[in-house]
């Protein structure tokens, strides 16, 4: 009897040490997995950065929507080449979503550093930008990365500030970094999401911040949302720079942007847009400007695509030689919805069984503009 006792505790305590394992290796597992992406923290930069490595930059006057520190990111290529790379996170339009801080944007830094790694930025030996210098804007600011304000209100008695200073933050990682990067003579200024917005509205102020580019790229990927209080927005609550502010004339931020950015440069520009055919991401955003609520049904999945067709359309018009790549990935079974944004993920894959989106960029910065997957715009989903 104590013999069988003695056996029953001693496999018991196997089956504990073995579970235990299991819980201890999983654990190892989930760390390593953070370590490499939300927990990720790039070495602050001191002194010389070297070729290839990645750094955090942070700007004494520089803060997060939550007041939180903010930092941008560099790289150094071997390669006398720069990629100016803005990153996505949300918007705010109104005082409402100002208030409402994380429901509608990233209020802080907080899981950003690992994004710069992934996609366009990775050092995969493929990646055709692998050696190009980097300067990557985090975003944290609610603001398209345009803002110079502060948005003040009351709340439970107590006064709360929401810092939209994405321009101030920008500008000043710039200032402080143009030193490490030289005199490139190619520019890529990129962004996805509201990166993308931000492309459309920075890219003539990036280019004039590095005259010695002459081989120039803008490329929008994911940036569409239609909304007739723009400029109020821009002028009022972020309090933009008047040159920005000044362009946005319709309801669509990004056409007005680009358009004033050929008209002022020409065919010295090269301009590119891309976006999936019926973003999952941006839709929901459109729903809340048209009813007041995020949504993601099948028929906002119509408007969109709708919208997106008449935009294609708006940037052809106006901008003569634009190169556009239309694709559509992980689509949703139901609402035939799509993935949103392509440069921090599936930027290598032939999404349309011709070029990647990577390949359609780096073919325009060779000379090459090309325009893929128009008939999306027509496919009944």
């Known amino acids: ?70 930092h941008g990111i560099l790289r150094k290529g071997s390669e006398n080449k720069l990629v100016v790379y803005f990153f996505g996170g949300g918007v705010s339009i109104t005082e409402e ?124 990927d994911s940036s569409l949302l239609l909304y007739d209080g723009w400029h109020e927005t821009a002028q009022n609550l972020w309090k933009a720079p008047a040159e920005i502010t000044e362009r946005l004339t319709s309801n669509n931020l990004v056409l007005d942007s680009l358009t004033a950015l050929h008209n002022k440069r020409g065919n010295s520009v090269k301009i590119l847009f891309d976006c999936s055919v019926r973003d999952d991401t941006l839709m929901q955003y459109q729903a809340y400007i048209r009813e007041g609520k995020m949504s993601k049904t099948r028929e906002n999945g119509d408007i969109f695509q709708k919208d997106l067709k008449d935009m294609v359309e708006g940037l052809q018009t106006n901008i003569e030689g634009v190169g556009i790549y239309i694709w559509e990935y992980a689509m949703d079974k139901t609402t035939k919805n799509t993935q949103h944004t392509i440069l921090s993920s599936q930027v290598f894959e032939k999404l349309n069984g011709e070029k990647s989106v990577a390949d359609w960029i780096t073919d325009a910065i060779d000379g090459d503009i090309r325009t893929y997957g128009l008939e999306l715009l027509e496919k009944q989903y």
């Open 97 to 220: 979503t100002s208030r409402g801080g994380n429901k509608f944007f990233a209020e802080d830094m907080t899981g950003q550093d690992f994004v710069s790694t992934w996609g366009i930025g990775s050092s995969d030996a493929s990646n055709p930008f692998k050696d190009w210098s980097f300067l990557v804007i985090p975003y944290a600011s609610g603001d398209f990365h345009c803002g110079t304000g502060e948005y003040r209100y009351t709340e439970g008695g107590k006064e709360k500030v929401v810092y939209h200073q994405g321009y101030t933050n920008y500008s000043a990682f710039l200032e402080k970094t143009k030193q490490y990067i030289g005199s490139p003579d190619t520019l890529l200024v990129t962004g996805f999401s509201a990166g993308g917005f931000a492309t459309s509205l920075l890219a003539d102020d990036v280019i004039d911040r590095f005259p010695s580019a002459k081989n120039i790229t803008v490329c929008v």
């Open 1 to 70: 009897m104590r013999e069988t006792k003695t056996k029953k505790k001693h496999t018991a305590l196997i089956v504990l040490l073995v579970v235990l394992a299991v819980v201890v290796f999983a654990a190892i597992g989930i760390y390593a997995f953070l370590s490499k992406t939300f927990l990720m923290s790039h070495p602050e930069l001191k002194g010389e950065p070297e070729i290839g490595k990645w750094y955090r930059v942070t700007p004494e006057t520089a803060r997060s929507s939550n007041g939180k520190e903010w």
